[in-house]
């Protein structure tokens, strides 16, 4: 067997997934180890359009599993299709690259923890798997489910893309969670790494001729759609601040009526504005002409937002990113959120003047850059993250040793989990620090009969649903203080602003 460990990763077809597990995978391939990255016929040929010819990342695809007339973009379909078709096939690619050559033998594989199946398929091919979560998981049902699959061996280890001082309160309740984020590609060759769309740089050159914090950013990711109406709104709301902007709107929602409004934007806007079709988010966000963000704020964007210092506005879409809002206007105090109208539009009044508190907001300033210094600790040597991620490496590279001595045992006990389980190498002298001792994990199910996918499709259901639930909360405590102060003769507290 070879000196060269070999790894196989795979991502859920979706550019918030694909995303941070290739800039993982970049910097699992920077430590000597190759990686060979795994996702479905039509993102691949979308990620070949955009890498380096000299990208040491292998691109290896599976069938879609989609007939040629049905929308490859659609969630539910890719769903289905991956637990019905990808299975067999992903079976197949292992027991293939594994019997050609035992210097190319898989010692690992990393999974999105949306593609539930590949662990099992790992565990029936004797390779030890590690789980990794886009973005922060805090749903009760992860909490309870995810020591009953390290228990039983099904994931080896868990890795997340955040950083243990930005929510230790909720990375102490995962047991054997390691943050080995903020994953960043700024220190990459290419600036885009993962993405599914050409990137148009003529933005940074238009940014460097701009005054220092004078640009307001507006970019709403991969996923988001608006109306006509919204669209209007949101262009003058960006026209009433009178600051200029970039704005970014994807080529795939770009029908002839908005082609048609977005050309009347451009002559209006002439030298203040600019409208592209995508950009490399983190030199946009690094760049000193950036004022603020406004962003859907899903994991990636946030993560991208605060590791560059840049307050953010929130517009939240669906799912988690309405749980990010809270974070980001709540809890971390770095930015401000949108308040639709009665007919659930942001009026361009509403952009006007939450861009104008925001930028005037010295506070929020203040700690956006607090959290941007505590993000570049965490990944620098000797940060939380930094440690985190060489250790994760290391064991991956006694699994070579392990396999070196049996090639033939079906199944090598790892001690990755039980290496940072509870014990995460942060610096218990910042303020930030949380003693993860002081947590008790949950008493392990006894269940033997639910399967690991049906456990990961509940975590997921109740991941989508997590945002919802907690504005729902919010306004069912309000209202019960409301109550309680009128009973007591005190004023009721102003319900939450914040609606989904």
Same mark, same amino acid.
């Given at each position: 067997m070879g000196s060269q460990p070999h790894v196989l990763v795979i991502a859920f077809p979706a550019q918030g997934?694909?995303?941070?597990?290739?800039?993982?995978?970049?910097?699992?391939?920077?430590?000597?180890?190759?990686?060979?990255?795994?996702?479905?016929?039509?993102?691949? !040929?979308?990620?070949?359009?955009?890498?380096?010819?000299?990208?040491? @990342?292998r691109l290896v695809s599976l069938p879609n599993g989609l007939e040629p007339r049905d929308d490859q973009t659609d969630a539910l379909k890719l769903i289905n299709?991956?637990?019905?078709?990808?299975?067999?096939?992903?079976?197949?690619? @292992? #027991?293939?690259?594994? #019997?050609?050559?035992?210097?190319?033998?898989?010692?690992?594989v990393i999974a999105d923890v949306t593609v539930s199946w590949a662990f099992d398929v790992a565990e029936k091919t004797g390779i030890q798997s590690a789980a990794f979560w886009p973005n922060v998981p805090t749903t009760l049902a992860l909490i309870l489910l995810i020591p009953k699959l390290i228990e039983d061996g099904i994931i080896d280890t868990q890795v997340c893309n955040s950083f243990y001082e930005l929510d230790s309160l909720s990375l102490n309740l995962i047991p054997g969670i390691i943050p080995v984020g903020p994953l960043l590609s700024s220190?990459?060759?290419?600036?885009?790494?993962?993405?599914?769309?050409?990137?148009?740089?003529?933005?940074?050159?238009?940014?460097?001729?701009?005054?220092?914090?004078?640009?307001?950013? !507006?970019?709403?990711?991969?996923?988001?759609?608006?109306?006509?109406?919204?669209?209007? #709104?949101?262009?003058?709301g960006l026209e009433l601040t009178g600051l200029p902007f970039l704005w970014v709107i994807r080529l795939d929602i770009a029908n002839e009526a908005l082609s048609e409004f977005l050309d009347g934007i451009r002559l209006r806007i002439a030298d203040s504005g600019k409208i592209v079709d995508w950009e490399p988010q983190e030199q946009v966000l690094a760049h000193p002409s950036i004022a603020c963000f406004i962003s859907h704020y899903g994991w990636n964007s946030t993560l991208e937002g605060i590791s560059m210092g840049v307050p953010f506005l929130c517009w939240p879409y669906f799912t988690d990113q309405f749980q990010n809002k809270s974070y980001i206007c709540d809890f971390w105090k770095v930015g401000l959120g949108l308040n639709p109208d009665e007919n659930g539009i942001i009026t361009r009044h509403e952009i006007n003047t939450k861009i104008k508190a925001?930028?005037?907001?010295?506070? @929020?300033?203040?700690?956006?850059?607090?959290?941007?210094?505590?993000?570049?600790?965490?990944?620098?040597?000797?940060g939380s993250s930094f440690k985190n991620f060489e250790?994760?490496?290391?064991?991956?590279k006694q699994r070579v !040793?392990?396999?070196? !001595?049996?090639?033939?045992?079906?199944?090598?006990?790892?001690?990755?989990?039980?290496?940072?389980?509870?014990?995460?190498?942060?610096?218990?002298?910042?303020?930030?620090?949380?003693?993860?001792?002081?947590?008790?994990?949950?008493?392990?199910?006894?269940?033997?009969? @639910?399967?690991?996918?049906?456990?990961?499709?509940?975590?997921?259901?109740?991941?989508?649903?997590?945002?919802?639930l907690l504005l729902d909360l919010l306004n069912e405590v309000a209202t019960l203080e409301a109550e309680l102060a009128a009973t007591s003769g005190a004023s009721p507290p102003a319900p939450p602003s914040d609606q989904p």
């Open positions: 997934h694909v995303a941070p597990l290739m800039k993982l995978s970049h910097q699992i391939v920077d430590h000597g180890i190759k990686v060979t990255f795994v996702t479905t016929e039509f993102i691949n !040929a979308r990620l070949i359009t955009t890498m380096p010819a000299n990208s040491p @990342i299709s991956f637990q019905e078709v990808k299975p067999d096939h992903f079976k197949d690619l @292992i #027991e293939k690259i594994n #019997e050609s050559d035992d210097d190319d033998r898989i010692i690992c220190n990459q060759l290419e600036n885009h790494i993962g993405t599914f769309w050409p990137v148009d740089s003529t933005c940074l050159s238009w940014l460097d001729k701009q005054p220092v914090g004078s640009i307001i950013y !507006a970019s709403f990711g991969s996923t988001s759609t608006f109306n006509q109406q919204q669209f209007d #709104e949101l262009a003058l925001l930028l005037s907001d010295d506070v @929020i300033k203040t700690k956006s850059l607090k959290l941007k210094e505590m993000a570049k600790k965490s990944v620098s040597e000797g250790s994760f490496i290391e064991q991956i !040793a392990q396999l070196k !001595a049996s090639l033939k045992r079906p199944r090598v006990e790892s001690s990755i989990g039980d290496a940072f389980r509870g014990h995460p190498s942060s610096d218990p002298s910042t303020e930030e620090y949380v003693d993860p001792t002081a947590v008790v994990d949950p008493e392990p199910s006894t269940s033997t009969t @639910i399967s690991t996918r049906s456990m990961l499709e509940t975590v997921l259901i109740v991941q989508s649903a997590h945002g919802q």
